[in-house]
């Protein structure tokens, strides 16, 4: 099957940067999709297509692909964006086509 | 304002079956591929079924294939999974998701999800 790696935690100070890698075998041939939970809500795309927005999304949130790793980025972090993050592809090679990634939780200091 | 809204969740027994609703509104349901995903307790996301705008094709992933099926009824705006033979590793927040249009799968579309217990 196809995996998706991501670190279990980043930790950020308000106003600083944060980026989230998700690591696949050739992750840069797929589109990768970047959704954000918050505790007890459901999850928000977030980025898609690698580095699209969605309506409403904030331009602080950018999204970047190439060889083996995606990463999303959030500059000037703001406390709302405590939240874990998920990575997500489309792979057709095994039963689970639409393949999340292990999740990163973001941590505002 | 697209909305997306789960009921059916329920305390159940290993072995039992539970029906889960979706229904939706604020979108042209008819036109959109719908899927679900669910949430163990404190674990990450995990897409389970797809079923695309007329109904078929329809996908699972390998642990719920035979024991799962996603349905769904354009006239009524609402998506459906008859989960049937429960056990309990189904237990999970389920949420029902609308497929982006114009993006390579991506979910844009959730609703806040309805909570499944099997438990003996």
């Known amino acids: 099957s196809y995996v998706l790696t991501q670190p279990p935690s980043v930790s950020v100070a308000p106003g600083q940067t944060a980026r989230i890698t998700c690591g696949g075998d050739n992750i840069g041939s797929k589109s990768v999709h970047w959704y954000q939970q918050k505790p007890g809500q459901a999850p928000v795309l977030v980025a898609s297509d690698d580095s699209d927005r969605p309506p409403g999304i904030p331009e602080r949130f950018s999204g970047s692909n190439s060889g083996n790793t995606a990463t999303l980025t959030i500059s000037r972090v703001e406390g709302g964006d405590e939240a874990d993050y998920y990575c997500?592809?489309?792979?057709?090679?095994?039963?689970?086509?639409?393949?999340f990634g292990t999740g990163t939780k973001v941590t505002v200091l | 304002e697209v909305q997306l809204v789960e009921s059916g969740g329920g305390l159940v027994q290993p072995g039992e079956s539970l029906r889960l609703s979706c229904a939706a509104s604020?979108?042209?349901?008819?036109?959109?591929?719908m899927n679900w995903v669910r949430q163990a307790p404190g674990k990450g996301l995990e897409w389970i079924s797809y079923i695309s705008t007329r109904g078929s094709p329809k996908y699972y992933i390998d642990a719920v294939k035979g024991r799962f099926t996603i349905s769904r009824d354009n006239a009524d705006n609402s998506l459906s999974l008859q989960m049937n033979d429960l056990r309990v590793e189904d237990t999970a927040v389920y949420y029902c998701?609308?497929?982006?249009?114009?993006?390579?799968?991506?979910?844009?579309?959730w609703g806040k999800g309805t909570a499944v217990t099997v438990s003996p």
């Open positions: 997500q592809v489309w792979d057709t090679s095994t039963d689970h086509l639409y393949v």
């Open positions: 998701a609308r497929e982006a249009p114009g993006t390579s799968m991506a979910l844009d579309a």
């Open positions: 604020g979108f042209t349901f008819r036109s959109s591929e």
